[in-house]
T-cell receptor
């Protein structure tokens, strides 16, 4: 069975601080995709990144960076120099690769990030 | 590209009535659509997988007769909450997987309040 755990329920930081959101996953698949989504108060899901299990290289996109450690089944997300606009719920998610369009996307429990001015 | 339009954005209904939520893929064909439910301050829980032209597959614990899913065409999937009760009040969101790049696209969600 697939499972995604985000141990941090809520995090509060002051603007300009760096913050890391943890994600640990479980899967029996040898190949899979990992995702991060942002959900602002409006409810819409904003796609941030997709990572193939074959690719363990870390990725940086502006103030965002991701650390994928297959050995520890973790896919952590760091926001550098946080801003108030980063305040949202962040979800880590997992899907298989085989099966095409029918592959389910399983979400973690989510982390509420509050960035104080 | 790859937009899913979900309607309505929010709905308030009386207890005992039924509510239909629609998700349309605007610029692609969605053979499969996923339906999620999200209670306040909780994660998105997969309710069912809807397949065009066939019966939906429900996750364990989801009542098939209460949450009717229809996927009659490649561009439209609907979720009907029948005989809604206050405990059905939630945020419902649909999603389709993009076979071209294995990403997922989401509707904007429907906030259902049953009074």
């Amino acid at each position: 069975a697939q499972k995604v755990t985000q141990a941090q329920t809520e995090i509060s930081v002051v603007e300009k601080e760096d913050v890391t959101l943890d994600c640990v996953y479980e899967t029996r698949d040898t190949t899979y995709y990992l995702f991060w989504y942002k959900q602002p108060p409006s409810g819409e899901l904003v796609f941030l990144i997709r990572r193939n299990s074959f690719d363990e290289q870390n990725e940086i996109s502006g103030r965002y960076s991701w650390n994928f450690q297959k050995s520890t089944s973790s896919f952590n997300f760091t926001i550098t120099a946080s801003q108030v606009v980063d305040s949202a719920v962040y979800f880590c998610a997992l899907s298989g690769i085989d099966g095409g369009a029918t592959n389910k996307l399983i979400f973690g429990t989510g982390t509420l990030l509050a960035v104080q001015p | 590209g790859a937009v899913v339009s979900q309607h309505p954005s929010w709905v308030i209904c009386k207890s005992g009535t039924s509510v239909k939520i629609e998700c349309r893929s605007l610029d692609f064909q969605a053979t499969t659509m996923f339906w999620y439910r999200q209670f306040p301050k909780q994660s998105l829980m997969l309710m069912a997988t809807s397949n065009e032209g066939s019966k939906a597959t429900y996750e364990q614990g989801v009542e098939k007769d209460k949450f009717l899913i229809n996927h009659a065409s490649l561009t439209l999937s609907t979720l009907t909450v029948t005989s809604a009760h206050p405990e059905d009040s939630s945020f419902y969101i649909c999603s389709a997987r993009l076979t071209a790049n294995y990403g997922y696209t989401f509707g904007s969600g429907t906030r259902l309040t049953v009074v």
